[in-house]
């Protein structure tokens, strides 16, 4: 089956850095969702791409859909404590409600 | 807005005790989905049911059943546990233009 390998596995900054994680397949993609999941909760979806070369933001989050759709990267601007999580990319089989394959997660880390 | 829950939060097992994790949705979703968490691994499809009626086999069923009982409730059942289960487990439901909803998780230990 498909892989997703993401990339880097964690993460230590300073509040206020910039953040950048990205997510690569093995195989060509037709969606790219970015999750985060709090400490103790579900995944939470925060974007979903859907066309190669598609860029989207979510207030500090933007987030790219690779041009070759083997690759996508989530950046976070101006981060604060309450970034703290893991964020995952998925793949959804070109929709956003089928069966999720889940990378390996970025565990990120804000110190105030 | 309950969305989706799971019940129980937290369990213990011992070694071949069986047990039924709950999941029940009130958005009116069709598909439901069990996934389960370990650490480094992301989340993996264990069953999903794409509407009432219908169960299949994710990427890791062994060691699990599943029923849809009615379209709010998709439990996941643990016959005889073994350590390897030892995880967390996440229902979810979907629908068309509606996106995923996951559940707060079930942390399992078996011992």
């Known amino acids: 089956g498909q892989q997703l390998n993401q990339s880097p596995q964690s993460m230590f900054i300073q509040e206020g850095e910039d953040v950048s994680m990205n997510c690569t397949s093995s195989s060509i993609f037709n969606t790219w969702l970015w999750y985060k999941q709090d400490p103790g909760e579900g995944p939470v979806l925060l974007i979903a791409l859907y066309k190669a070369g598609e860029l989207t933001s979510n207030g500090r989050l933007t987030a790219q859909f690779g041009i070759t759709r083997k690759d996508s990267f989530l950046n976070i601007s101006a981060s604060i404590p309450s970034d703290v999580g893991i964020y995952f990319c998925?793949?959804?089989?070109?929709?956003?409600?089928?069966?999720?394959?889940f990378g390996q997660g970025t565990i990120l880390t804000v110190h105030p | 807005n309950a969305g989706v829950t799971q019940t129980p939060k937290f369990q213990v097992l011992k070694t071949g005790q069986s047990m039924t994790l709950q999941c029940a949705q009130d958005m009116n979703h069709n598909s439901m989905y069990w996934y389960r968490q370990d650490p480094g691994m992301g989340l993996r499809l264990i069953y999903y049911s794409a509407s009432e009626g219908t169960t299949d086999k994710g990427e890791v069923p062994n060691g699990y059943n599943v029923s849809r009982l009615n379209k709010r409730e998709f439990s996941l059942r643990l016959e005889s546990a073994a350590p390897s289960q030892t995880s967390v487990y996440f229902c979810?439901?979907?629908?068309w233009g509606k996106g995923y909803t996951f559940g707060s998780g079930t942390r399992l230990t078996v011992v």
């Open positions: 979810a439901s979907s629908e």
């Open positions: 998925a793949d959804a089989g070109g929709t956003s409600y089928g069966k999720l394959t």
